[in-house]
């Protein structure tokens, strides 16, 4: 059975940081392209960042750019989502996926997807 498992959610103080960590199961990362979104309540859910399989180029949105750094390790089967400098914005559910994305940089999710963390950040 394919599983992604997403952990590390938490509440944290504004400019804090945190590491969500997204694990598989059932099958094997290396071939995947794999990304991170977030839906806060009341909005759609937003790509947050991608990490390709081949060469681990990444996507980031925009919001998030110098903040967040996505990485990959295929030995762990594991994909990491490191969030510094918080902010009360970035409050959401996060989840992983496999994913792709345009030219524009903007991430698309699509098959397989985690059931998410929640990340609150509040002081």
């Known amino acids: 059975q ?15 940081s945190l590491r969500l960590s ?16 977030r839906q806060a309540p009341g909005k759609e ?3 947050v960042s991608c990490i390709s399989a081949s060469d681990s180029s990444t996507a980031y949105a925009e919001s998030v750019k110098g903040r ?5 390790d ?6 990491y989502l490191q969030m510094n400098s918080l902010k009360p914005e ?4 996060y989840y992983c996926a496999t994913c792709s994305w345009s030219a524009t940089g903007k991430v698309y999710g699509y ?4 059931q998410g963390t929640q990340v609150t950040v509040s002081s």
């Open 2 to 16: 394919v599983q992604l498992v997403e952990s590390g959610g938490g509440l944290v103080q504004p400019g804090g």
């Open 111 to 114: 098959d397989y997807w985690g």
């Open 74 to 79: 295929n030995a762990k089967n594991t994909v």
């Open 90 to 93: 970035d409050t959401a559910v």
């Open 45 to 47: 859910r937003e790509g």
């Open 68 to 72: 967040f750094t996505i990485s990959r």
């Open 22 to 37: 997204c694990a598989a199961s059932g099958f094997t990362l290396d071939y995947y392209a794999i990304g991170w979104f």
